[in-house]
C-alpha cells in the first residue's frame, strides 16, 4: 500500500504543479482584467476637461434659460460677441451644430451677437417693463394649436421641452407647447413623432457621450451594404471589422472589450446609421425580364437593381411577420403597414406571389391566394421564376398565405382609391368646365375669392355681407352661409347671417331666375303703356296681373292684407307695380268673375303658362278683368279677393296711352282706336298734289259719322272734333269758286 502511494507521488506532484500553474495564469488574467476595468472607471471619473463646452458661466447658474441652436461656426462668433460684452451664456458644441443657453432677460444681447455675427443691423434694445409685463409667456411653439392635425400630445421637464423645441423648429417641424412651471406639454401631429422621437433621443445621446472619454474606435456606414458598417481604429485610421450592427457588437464584446465602452459604441452606430444616405425604395422600378432579355436590351442595371430590391424586400416581409407573430396570431395589417413604409405594394405583392407560385403543390395556401399569385406571375419566364427563388420567403406557409390574403385586400382597396380619384377628377374638370362664366349677384365678390376661401363647389354664388342682407331682407331667395371645409347651411334667421364669420352664397338656379326676371321686368316696363292700352281697349276680353316691383320702397308692403294697409291710411299705389302679364280670356272659362278669379288663383299657383316668368299669385297682387269694354281691378288677399274701386290712374286717359304708343295721328285725338288719317289731314295732301288713298278716305268719312256730336257748353273752347267740322264748311264754300284739281275725283 505504502509502495503505492510513494510509486504515484511524483504524479501527484506533477498534476499539483499543473494545477497551480494553471491557477497562477487565471490569477494574473482576472488581475489584468480588474485592472483594466479599474482604468476605464477612473477615466470615467476623472472628467477631463470637455472640449465641447464652451461659455462664461456654469450652465446651472443661468436662470430663466432660454436655448438656441445654431450652426457652431455662426455660435464661435456669437460666444465672442457675447464674452466680449460680459454676457453670462453657456454653450455645447456637438458637430456643425452648437445649442447657447442665456438668461431670458439676456436674449435681446443674444439676438444683437448673431446680428453682428451674420453682418445684420442690431436688433433695437426694447423699454424695461413693468414686473407684470415681464410675465414669462406660457405659450411656446411654431404653430398655432387648432392649426396642428391629428394630434398627440407628450409631457416633458420644461428644460428638456425648450430643448427639443429648438431641434424641432431647426428642422421644420410643426408644434405648439404650453408650460405649467416645471413641465411643459407639446403638441405634434402624429405624422411628425419620429421627429419628435429622433429630437429627445439625440438629446439623450449628447448627455451620455458628455460623461465618456474620447473613443479609442469609430464607426462608418458601410458605403455598399445598407444593413453594414465599418469598425476603425482612431489612431492609426485602420478597418478593425465589417458587419452588421448586432456583429460589430459581438466583435467589441469578444475582442475589444478593454478599450471599447458598449453604450458609446451604440451611440456611434446610431450616428453613423443616421448619416448613412438612405435609399429611396420607391424610386427604383420593378423589373419583369430575366436576364437575358435584360442583357438583349441593354437593361442589366435594372434588372440588378430591381432583384436586389426584391432580396432586400422579402427579408424586410420575413421580418414583419415574425415581429407581428404573436399568441398564435399574425397581425396582418401592421405587417404589411410596416413594410410599405419602405417598399411599393406592387414589389410586396411581387415577392410574395413568386413564393406562393414556387409551392402551388402546398395544401396550406388557399386556392384564392393561388389564383391571385399565378395572376400576379403572369408572363414571367422560367428563367426568371427560377431566379426569384433568391428571395424565397422563409416564414411558415400559414404564415405568408394570411399575409397573401392582406396583400390582395389591400391592392383593392388601393383600386377603388383610384377610382374615386379618377371620378372626382373627372368631376373637378367637368365643374371647371362648368364654371359660371356670367354676371355675378354680388360685385364686390368673385369666384376666385370663393375658390381661394375654400368653398369650390358651383352650385352657389358668392356673396358678401351686406349682399346677403339685401337679399334676405327682400326675400329674394334663399341665402346660404358658406364655409373653409366645402359645406354650406342656410341661414333662416337675419342674425345668423351678422354673426357669420365666413363668405354667404346664393343659389346659382335662383339667380339665373332672377336675372330672367329682372331681364323681364325691363323688357315689361319697356313696353307697358302699349300692353296696357290692349288690355283696358283690346277687342278680346282679357285678364292682366300686377305684381310689386322689387326695391326697399316696397319690401314694407309685400305680401300685406288690403286690411293691414288700409289700418295705416295706405292703398294700393299703381306707380308701386308692374304688369308682369297680360292674355285674352279663354273661350272655355266662365265670365262669373267669382269663378274666374278663382280659376286664375289656381291657374297661376299650379299650373304656371310657360310664358309666366313672375313669382305665383299672392296676396298684394292684383288682378285686372276687361269684359265688353269694363274693367275691375281685384286685389289678392289672405282669403279671396277684394275688387278696387280706384287703381291709380289706371281707369283715367287709356285713349290718350293708346294713342301714345299705337297709333299714328296722336293729333286727332278723338276717342276712337284708329290708325288710319283723318278726312282734313287727307284733303291738305290733295291740296299739296300728293296722291291719297281713297280707302283710307271712306274709312276717315265713316269715322267722322260714327263719332258722337258734341255738345256746346258755354265759354268753352271749341273741341278738335268740331274745329275740324268747322274748318270743312268753310272749305265746302270756298270750294264752288274754284275749279277742282287732279287727283280729287272720286
Not at 450652426?71 to 454653450?91: C, M, R, W
Not at 430643448?163 to 406639454?185: C, M, P, Y
Request: hydrophobic share 30%.
Amino acid at each position: 500500500m505504502m509502495q503505492a502511494v510513494r510509486a504515484s507521488l511524483p504524479e501527484l506532484k506533477s498534476s499539483l504543479e499543473t494545477i497551480r500553474s494553471t491557477a497562477s495564469e487565471l490569477i494574473n488574467q482576472i488581475s489584468d482584467k480588474l485592472l483594466g476595468l479599474e482604468k476605464a472607471q477612473e477615466q470615467i471619473a476623472e472628467k477631463p476637461e470637455k472640449s465641447n463646452i464652451i461659455g462664461n458661466t456654469a450652465f446651472s447658474s443661468i436662470e430663466d434659460k432660454q436655448y438656441f441652436r445654431l450652426k457652431s461656426s455662426t455660435a464661435e462668433k456669437v460666444a465672442d460677441y457675447l464674452t466680449g460684452q460680459n454676457i453670462p451664456f453657456s454653450g455645447r458644441i456637438n458637430g456643425d451644430k452648437t445649442t447657447i443657453t442665456v438668461s431670458e432677460k439676456n436674449v435681446p444681447d443674444y439676438k444683437n451677437a448673431v446680428a453682428e455675427a451674420m453682418g445684420k443691423d442690431k436688433a433695437e434694445p426694447k423699454q424695461e417693463q413693468s414686473q407684470t409685463e415681464t410675465k414669462k409667456p406660457d405659450i411656446i411653439g411654431n404653430t398655432p394649436y387648432k392649426s396642428i392635425p391629428d394630434k398627440s400630445f407628450v409631457k416633458l421637464s420644461t428644460e428638456k421641452a425648450l430643448a427639443v423645441a429648438s431641434i424641432l423648429n431647426e428642422q421644420g417641424v410643426k408644434f405648439s407647447g404650453r408650460t405649467d412651471g416645471d413641465k411643459t406639454t407639446l403638441t405634434i401631429s402624429k405624422a411628425d413623432m419620429d421627429s419628435y422621437k429622433s429630437a429627445v433621443k439625440s438629446l439623450e445621446q449628447d448627455k451620455i457621450a458628455d460623461s465618456f472619454p474620447e473613443p479609442k474606435v469609430s464607426v462608418e456606414y458601410h458605403p455598399h451594404f445598407e444593413d453594414k458598417f465599418i469598425l476603425k481604429e482612431v489612431s492609426t485610421g485602420g478597418t478593425l471589422h465589417t458587419g452588421t450592427r448586432e456583429d460589430i457588437i459581438d466583435f467589441c464584446k469578444e475582442k475589444l472589450a478593454a478599450s471599447v465602452i458598449i453604450p458609446q459604441l451604440e451611440i456611434m452606430l446610431d450616428k453613423a446609421e443616421s448619416d448613412r444616405q438612405k435609399i429611396n425604395h420607391f424610386d427604383i422600378p420593378l423589373y419583369k425580364n430575366d436576364y437575358a432579355v435584360a442583357n438583349e436590351k441593354n437593361e442589366i442595371q435594372l434588372y440588378r437593381d430591381s432583384h436586389k430590391e426584391n432580396c432586400t424586400c422579402s427579408k424586410a416581409i420575413d421580418k414583419a411577420i415574425a415581429n407581428n407573430y404573436k399568441d398564435n396570431r399574425l397581425d396582418t395589417k401592421s405587417a404589411l403597414e410596416s413594410v410599405m413604409q419602405k417598399y411599393p405594394l406592387e414589389r410586396i405583392a411581387h415577392v410574395t406571389a413568386t413564393r406562393v407560385v414556387a409551392s402551388d403543390w402546398d395544401g396550406r395556401f388557399s386556392e384564392k391566394t393561388k389564383d391571385w399569385a399565378k395572376n400576379e406571375c403572369s408572363g414571367l419566364s422560367e428563367m426568371f421564376m427560377k431566379k426569384a427563388l433568391d428571395y424565397y420567403l422563409n416564414e411558415h406557409p400559414g404564415l405568408v398565405n394570411l399575409f397573401a390574403d392582406r396583400v390582395i385586400e389591400k391592392q383593392l382597396e388601393i383600386e377603388k382609391d383610384i377610382e374615386n380619384v379618377v371620378a372626382e377628377s373627372v368631376q373637378q374638370d367637368m365643374n371647371a368646365e362648368n364654371t359660371y362664366t356670367g354676371k355675378l349677384p354680388d360685385e364686390n365678390i368673385s369666384i376666385d375669392d370663393r375658390n381661394a376661401f375654400g368653398y369650390t363647389s358651383n352650385e352657389l354664388l358668392p356673396l358678401t355681407e351686406e349682399k346677403a342682407l339685401e337679399f334676405f331682407d327682400n326675400e329674394v331667395a334663399a341665402v346660404f352661409l358658406l364655409y373653409d371645409d366645402n359645406t354650406e347651411g342656410q341661414a333662416n334667421e337675419r342674425f345668423e347671417i351678422e354673426n357669420h364669420r365666413g363668405i354667404f352664397g346664393i343659389e346659382t338656379q335662383d339667380w339665373e331666375k332672377i336675372m330672367a326676371i329682372q331681364e323681364h321686368t325691363a323688357s315689361l316696363e319697356k313696353n307697358e303703356p302699349s300692353r296696357e292700352a290692349i288690355l283696358f281697349h283690346g277687342k278680346d276680353d282679357a285678364i292682366g296681373i300686377y305684381q310689386l316691383k322689387d326695391g326697399k320702397d316696397t319690401r314694407d308692403i309685400r305680401f300685406v292684407p288690403l286690411e293691414h294697409l288700409e289700418r295705416n291710411g295706405e292703398v294700393p299705389h299703381r306707380e308701386d307695380y308692374i304688369l308682369v302679364y297680360t292674355r285674352k280670356i279663354d273661350d272655355n272659362q266662365a265670365l262669373d268673375k267669382d269663378k274666374l278669379l278663382e280659376d286664375i288663383y289656381e291657374e297661376f299657383n299650379l299650373n304656371h303658362p310657360k310664358d309666366f316668368i313672375g313669382h305665383s299669385l299672392s296676396v298684394s297682387d292684383i288682378v285686372i278683368i276687361q269684359h265688353d269694354g269694363e274693367s275691375s281691378a281685384h286685389y289678392v288677399d289672405n282669403f279671396g279677393f277684394k275688387e278696387l274701386q280706384n287703381f291709380g290712374e289706371i281707369q283715367k286717359n287709356h285713349l290718350k296711352s293708346i294713342e301714345d304708343t299705337v297709333e299714328q295721328n296722336d293729333n286727332s285725338f278723338d276717342g276712337i282706336i284708329n290708325n288710319t288719317p283723318s278726312v282734313s289731314e287727307l284733303e291738305e295732301k290733295a291740296k299739296n298734289g300728293e296722291p291719297i288713298n281713297l280707302s283710307d278716305l271712306c274709312k276717315a268719312v265713316k269715322n267722322e259719322q260714327k263719332s258722337p256730336p258734341e255738345k256746346p257748353k258755354a265759354d268753352r273752347k271749341p273741341s278738335i272734333l268740331g274745329q275740324i267740322k268747322a274748318a270743312k264748311q268753310v272749305q265746302k264754300e270756298q270750294s264752288k269758286d274754284k275749279p277742282k284739281e287732279k287727283g280729287m275725283e272720286i
